[in-house]
């Protein structure tokens, strides 16, 4: 069994849970313009094969209801979210990540925290400190929509870069990009960091200030 026969198998089973009443035929539909096509037929033709090659898949809950109501059959967008949610929880290798669209963000500040970078040794070295972490504070709108770019979707971010001195901790605002293969429409590789650099001058931070770990709950 494909990985797209699994999925839609499991997403007609979380749709039905929740009161939808949707034919096979109809969640391939359904789930294919969750995947960024007008019908499964489209997404057959050029993603299907695509599919257990990526680390990253998005998912609209959005486009699904659109689907859905193409169809005439009523599908509200939170039982769209449950059924992405029941294949994020999945976790059907190769697939790493699954996600909706509308939380990709989240998907993004992760690898951005996750992904090592050359710079990050350097800043560190240069200023003969430790890297404690690295907080993400805030990240621009990628370079055109996800669907229409055709190899690369690439996305801007600012951070901190915390580090550790003998007597105190800094913070080093710094500007990072990342860079995702598209292997689909929806269908994205590892993310990597093509650019990381120092954007200003350190700044002293209070011991109970510093947030533990490579990402804040709060920064969500």
Excluded at 22 to 47: C, I, M, P, R, W
Excluded at 51 to 60: D, G
Excluded at 69 to 91: G, I, M, N, T
Aim: one cysteine or more; glycine letters at 6%.
């Amino acid at each position: 069994m494909s990985l797209f026969s699994t999925w839609s198998k499991r997403t007609r089973e979380t749709l039905l849970a929740s009161g939808a009443r949707l034919s096979h035929s109809q969640v391939l539909e359904v789930l294919a313009a969750g995947l960024g096509h007008n019908s499964y037929a489209s997404f057959k033709a050029t993603d299907e094969a695509s599919l257990a090659s990526a680390h990253l898949v998005v998912i609209s809950a959005v486009e699904m209801v659109r689907r859905a109501a193409d169809l005439e059959k009523e599908l509200s967008q939170e039982a769209c979210e449950s059924a992405v949610r029941a294949l994020r929880l999945a976790r059907e290798w190769p697939v790493q990540h699954v996600e909706e669209l509308s939380n990709l963000d989240w998907i993004v500040r992760s690898t951005l925290s996750d992904e090592g970078h050359p710079n990050r040794e350097r800043i560190s070295e240069d200023l003969g400190w430790s890297i404690h972490g690295l907080t993400v504070l805030g990240m621009q709108r990628p370079r055109g929509a996800l669907a229409q770019v055709n190899r690369v979707w690439c996305w801007r971010g600012s951070a901190h870069l915390e580090l550790y001195s003998e007597d105190a901790d800094w913070n080093v605002p710094c500007s990072a990009e990342m860079s995702f293969e598209k292997l689909g429409r929806h269908l994205l590789g590892k993310g990597q960091i093509t650019h990381f650099a120092r954007e200003g001058e350190p700044v002293k931070t209070e011991f109970d200030e510093v947030v533990e770990g490579w990402l804040s709950d709060s920064t969500l």
